[in-house]
C-alpha cells in the first residue's frame, strides 16, 4: 500500500507541473496574441495615414516631392519599426510551449 501512495503522490506531483506549465504557456500565447493585434491595427492606422497623406500631396496639391516631407518619411520609419516589432512578436508566440511539446513525444 506505501508504494500505491507513493505512486499516486509522485503521478499528481507530475501532473501538476505539466498543468501549471501549460496554463502559463496558455497565458503568455493569450498575452502575445493581443500585442501581436494591437500592433496589426496600429500599422493598418499608419498605413491608413500614409495612404491619405500621399493623396493629398500627389493628387490635391500637385505635388511632386511628397517622398521629400518630413511627414511622409516619419509615417515611413514609424511603419518600418512597428513591422520589426511585430515580427519579432510572432517569432516570440511560435516559440511559446515548443520546449513542453518536443519533451512529451520522448
Known amino acids: 500500500m506505501p508504494n500505491l501512495w507513493y505512486d499516486v503522490t509522485k503521478w499528481l506531483d507530475d501532473v501538476s507541473k505539466v498543468v501549471g506549465k501549460e496554463a502559463g504557456d496558455l497565458t503568455l500565447k493569450g498575452r502575445l ?6 500592433l496589426n491595427r496600429k500599422l493598418r492606422e499608419y498605413y491608413i495615414d500614409l495612404g491619405n497623406l500621399v493623396f493629398e500631396e500627389v493628387f490635391v496639391k500637385k505635388s ?8 511622409t518619411r516619419g509615417l515611413v520609419a514609424k511603419i518600418k519599426r512597428l513591422r520589426t516589432k511585430l515580427k519579432k512578436k510572432q517569432q516570440e508566440y511560435k516559440k511559446v510551449g515548443v520546449k513542453t511539446k518536443k519533451s512529451k513525444k520522448k
Open 64 to 71: 511632386r516631392t511628397w517622398q521629400k516631407k518630413q511627414k
Open 33 to 38: 496574441k493581443v500585442e501581436i493585434f494591437e
